[in-house]
């Protein structure tokens, strides 16, 4: 489960912490697969909600539950390909396509002979979870592997359904697509040669926070530079825009024309950049409270719409790791493929869990109880605190990335964001920074963490340190 604000009322979480203030909640994929437990990518049977969940009725239940709260329910879902166990949809027509490859397998027949029932059994699909179970919204999964050379992409077709429900249900539905080709056509309105989608995955926002974060420089990551990214990260959402990429060995990207911040969701986790990992380490866990507070505040006073990994609000003690429940056979080939991919990172397979192992499963489960003990007391108070201030000033909420005017200074670990009237400052470096602020001598502080104040005309920030006047 992720969390994210998607417009409307500001709810969320309750507990021994209060409040949280999320507008919405997404789900990872509730189709039924095979095996015991899984993260739900692998679902063969697309209008079947799994058992073990509580089957149609107990989604309906949940959904009610969190409307009553007033949270809006994004559910992802799958249209790039099926899982490899119980998979029979091809015994029933063209389903698959032998002209494309996914990196999990068969891709689905979009464009090839057959294709139009294909398409429509995708759509009603969408259409039954936005309609019938009342969702708010979809989250499609990975649709650069979405192979589709139609005249009209099948996104575009679901975009498309997606608007005339929402005039046919009168509420707003979001359609929030996964890509990571930092292309804006799967925003922008088929007018303009577009998609339609009203979100997109912004992926490069999360690499250079966790290069600065962390410092870490392996696979896709060396793609990115650490501190002089964030600052550009904060004046658009996407750092390549067709330059050259050393990971891709090509050109990438384009530039963002055409969007403002509402159109590109960021974090600074999320199930794959966690879970994907060797052991599953969140943020929290690769580098010091100070640090993840000052990514948070830069996260949610962005011009874009924050997500949040389900338990990173409170710094969870707990990984969230790679699981499955295949049958022994596959289940033996997942296992080994996993260990001997983290192996070409250097890594000893027998210190990689065994994605089969029940213990995997269970340790990736949260510990709701530890949300009162003080250090994740305190980091929970913290991101209420920032979520509350966006709410508060809509300034600071998603807008025009364009109007963000950020400085720093070369070499520096510091910068300064002018944004709707405010100044938001931050510093990872390990000297104390002193930032020329005129004309702010009479501003207050809205959140500060670290050692963060306001002196006259300078910004005075010691290392870890953020604020926002």
């Known amino acids: 489960?992720?969390?994210?604000?998607?417009?409307?009322?500001?709810?969320?979480?309750?507990?021994?912490?209060?409040?949280?203030?999320?507008?919405?909640?997404?789900?990872?994929?509730?189709?039924?697969?095979?095996?015991?437990?899984?993260?739900?990518?692998?679902?063969?049977?697309?209008?079947a909600v799994r058992a073990a969940y509580g089957g149609p009725d107990g989604l309906r239940r949940f959904v009610d539950a969190c409307h009553e709260r007033q949270l809006a329910v994004i559910l992802d879902v799958v249209y790039n390909h099926l899982g490899p166990s119980g998979n029979h949809l091809a015994k029933f027509g063209p389903y698959f396509t032998d002209a494309y490859r996914t990196?999990?397998?068969?891709?689905?027949?979009?464009?090839?002979?057959?294709?139009?029932?294909?398409?429509?059994?995708?759509?009603?699909?969408?259409?039954?979870?936005?309609?019938?179970?009342?969702?708010?919204?979809?989250?499609?999964?990975?649709?650069?592997?979405?192979?589709?050379?139609?005249?009209?992409?099948?996104?575009?077709?679901?975009?498309?359904?997606?608007?005339?429900?929402?005039?046919?249900?009168?509420?707003?539905?979001?359609?929030?697509?996964?890509?990571?080709?930092?292309?804006?056509?799967?925003?922008?309105?088929?007018?303009?040669?577009?998609?339609?989608?009203?979100?997109?995955?912004?992926?490069?926002?999360?690499?250079?926070?966790?290069?600065?974060?962390?410092?870490?420089?392996?696979?896709?990551?060396?793609?990115?530079?650490?501190?002089?990214?964030?600052?550009?990260?904060?004046?658009?959402?996407y750092l390549y825009t067709g330059q050259h990429s050393t990971y891709r060995d090509r050109r990438h990207g384009r530039e963002p024309a055409g969007t403002t911040g509402e159109h590109f969701v960021v974090c600074l986790q999320n199930h794959d950049q966690v879970g994907n990992r060797a052991r599953g380490e969140r943020l929290s866990q690769l580098t010091t409270p100070p640090r993840l507070r000052v990514a948070a505040l830069l996260q949610l006073t962005s011009p874009y719409v924050p997500l949040l990994f389900a338990g990173e609000e409170w710094a969870a003690s707990t990984p969230f790791l790679y699981f499955s429940g295949h049958e022994p056979g596959l289940g033996r080939r997942v296992t080994e493929g996993r260990r001997a991919e983290f192996a070409g990172f250097g890594w000893d397979p027998a210190d990689v869990p065994d994605p089969q192992a029940e213990a995997t499963f269970t340790a990736s489960r949260l510990r709701w109880e530890e949300r009162s003990d003080p250090p994740h007391a305190a980091m929970i108070d913290w991101y209420r605190a920032l979520i509350r201030l966006r709410r508060d000033h809509p300034e600071l909420g998603c807008g025009d990335f364009?109007?963000?005017?950020?400085?720093?200074?070369?070499?520096?670990?510091?910068?300064?964001?002018?944004?709707?009237?405010?100044?938001?400052?931050?510093?990872?470096?390990?000297?104390?920074?002193?930032?020329?602020?005129?004309?702010?001598?009479?501003?207050?502080?809205?959140?500060?963490?670290?050692?963060?104040?306001?002196?006259?005309?300078?910004?005075?920030?010691?290392?870890?340190?953020?604020?926002?006047?």
């Open 103 to 237: 990196p999990w397998g068969a891709a689905m027949n979009f464009d090839g002979r057959g294709s139009d029932g294909v398409r429509d059994f995708v759509i009603d699909n969408a259409r039954r979870w936005l309609r019938d179970f009342h969702l708010d919204g979809l989250r499609l999964d990975a649709v650069h592997a979405i192979h589709d050379e139609s005249a009209r992409h099948i996104v575009e077709e679901l975009a498309e359904m997606s608007g005339c429900l929402e005039v046919e249900l009168r509420r707003r539905l979001w359609l929030i697509l996964e890509t990571d080709r930092n292309d804006p056509r799967g925003v922008w309105l088929p007018t303009r040669g577009g998609w339609g989608a009203t979100a997109q995955w912004a992926d490069d926002f999360h690499h250079v926070l966790h290069v600065a974060l962390t410092g870490e420089r392996s696979g896709y990551y060396g793609d990115f530079h650490g501190w002089p990214d964030v600052v550009r990260a904060l004046g658009s959402p």
């Open 1 to 47: 489960m992720q969390l994210l604000e998607c417009g409307g009322p500001p709810v969320g979480q309750t507990g021994s912490a209060g409040v949280l203030g999320v507008t919405a909640i997404e789900l990872m994929p509730v189709g039924e697969f095979a095996g015991r437990w899984g993260w739900g990518y692998d679902g063969v049977d697309l209008y």
């Open 402 to 469: 364009r109007d963000s005017r950020v400085l720093t200074e070369a070499g520096s670990g510091w910068l300064m964001v002018e944004r709707g009237g405010h100044l938001i400052a931050a510093n990872l470096g390990q000297q104390r920074a002193a930032i020329p602020a005129p004309d702010r001598a009479t501003a207050q502080p809205l959140a500060t963490t670290g050692e963060a104040t306001l002196e006259g005309d300078t910004l005075l920030l010691g290392p870890d340190s953020a604020g926002v006047w």
